[in-house]
């Protein structure tokens, strides 16, 4: 699995994919002494989300202060892609325009590699959109311009 380059600051109010592919991750790397449960992968940076990245954060030996910056993003990676496949993991949330973050480039560079012709900048726009359209009618995938389970995985195969 690729970590992703583009990496945004989250915290307590954050919202969208980067989100979602942290609380995937902090399921991901759950124990049987984790004391927090496992979270709704909704891409909503709440209290529970909180919670558990301070007891990652503890448990990593970093500051425990409940916000995903590079050393705790890197971390979190580090320890969710030593006990899973190496794929690139959806995020967990359908990708849409508007949508910021890391999934949406990683999401960009695989288009292009499948012949869009984008600007990878972590940006879900309008030209993203109609890429991610184009994408699905040639997959014989619903050609609705958003990244669901079903186009991520045809997308990353």
């Keep these: 699995?690729?970590?992703?380059?583009?990496?945004?600051?989250?915290?307590?109010?954050?919202?969208?994919?980067d989100t979602a592919l942290i609380q995937t991750w902090l399921n991901g790397v759950r124990d049987p002494c984790t004391y927090y449960a496992p979270l709704t992968v909704d891409g909503h940076y709440g209290r529970s989300t909180v919670r558990a990245v301070q007891e990652f954060q503890l448990r990593s030996g970093l500051e425990a202060d409940?916000?995903?910056g590079q050393k705790t993003w890197d971390a979190l990676y580090a320890q969710y892609a030593a006990s899973h496949d190496?794929?690139?993991?959806?995020?967990?949330?359908?990708?849409?325009?508007?949508?910021?973050?890391?999934?949406?480039?990683?999401a960009q560079e695989q288009l292009n590699r499948k012949g869009a012709q984008l600007t990878v900048d972590g940006h879900y726009g309008d030209r993203t959109q109609s890429a991610v359209r184009s994408f699905q009618k040639a997959n014989?995938?619903?050609?609705?311009?958003?990244?669901?389970?079903?186009?991520?995985?045809?997308?990353y195969s």
């Excluded at 699995?1 to 994919?17: H, I």
């Excluded at 050609?143 to 186009?151: H, N, Q």
């Design 1 to 17: 699995m690729s970590k992703p380059a583009y990496v945004t600051s989250s915290q307590r109010g954050s919202a969208g994919p």
């Design 66 to 68: 409940g916000k995903v």
């Design 86 to 106: 190496g794929s690139e993991q959806y995020p967990g949330i359908p990708l849409r325009n508007g949508h910021t973050g890391a999934a949406i480039q990683s």
């Design 140 to 155: 014989g995938l619903t050609a609705d311009g958003v990244i669901g389970s079903e186009t991520w995985v045809r997308l």
